[in-house]
């Protein structure tokens, strides 16, 4: 059945306040830990391979009742492992290079060993952790428990991860140039956060909002034809 609860009880909801716990963490790190530009820009890009991989998993399970969907999964899943993997690595590319120094003369081209070693210095390990914890409640809560795996489509499924990092990241690195420019000061790193909180927010509920009203259109129409409605 649809959720009727109101808009501003959704912004509670379990996902958004775990989504909120884990973002914390990077304000934890400038307030106490001395983080600065980079290493925020780091962990932001690192969640855009986290979501990529819950995407595959979301995309493997789209679609389950359609035998047929199997056939354009074959050709899909590996096109937005390939597509996405290598729109991600570019940009994980430039957030090292231009934050990170990793474009000055004689440094060494980013690669995955380049990244598990920045990861460890700069002490990026619990903030990862919660990222994968936020992401894989979500997509057991909103994905599996809620049912959107049975109306998502393999399409939408597929554009999702994209409009993230234009609209979130784009917003992101030219906050990320100003503080550079300025020295990093806490302040500006410490709204950084909280404005990322904010996007991320955003379009965590704008994206869920939008696949509970398809869940609802769905089961109301099995209820018209007599079929099992899926969990609300």
Sequence with gaps: ???????SLKR???????????NLIPLYGVLALGWEV?????????????????????????????PEAWFGKLFLVPFFCV?????????????VGLFGGQFRAGAGFPSLAMFQK??????????????????AFSFAWNYLWRGEYRTVSL??????????VVVLH???LGSGFLLVALKSPVVGLVLLVLFKIGLDVSSHLKEHVRLTDTTATTTVSQAIRGES???S
Excluded at 12 to 22: D, M
Excluded at 39 to 59: C, D, H, S, Y
């Design 1 to 7: 059945m649809n959720d009727a609860r109101p808009n």
């Design 12 to 22: 509670f909801s379990p996902t958004v306040i775990a989504l909120v716990l884990a």
């Design 38 to 66: 980079f290493p925020l820009m780091l962990l932001f890009w690192l969640e855009n391979v986290i979501i990529g991989v819950f995407n595959v998993l979301r995309m493997l399970l789209a679609e389950l009742q359609k």
């Design 83 to 95: 597509h996405y993997g290598m729109f991600t690595f570019v940009h994980g590319v430039f957030v």
């Design 118 to 135: 920045l990861i460890t210095e700069q002490h990026l390990g619990i903030a990862v952790l919660a990222l994968v914890v936020s992401h």
């Design 155 to 164: 399409q939408t499924l597929m554009a999702r991860p994209y409009a993230r």
């Design 170 to 172: 784009l917003a992101l």
């Design 229 to 231: 409605s899926p969990r």
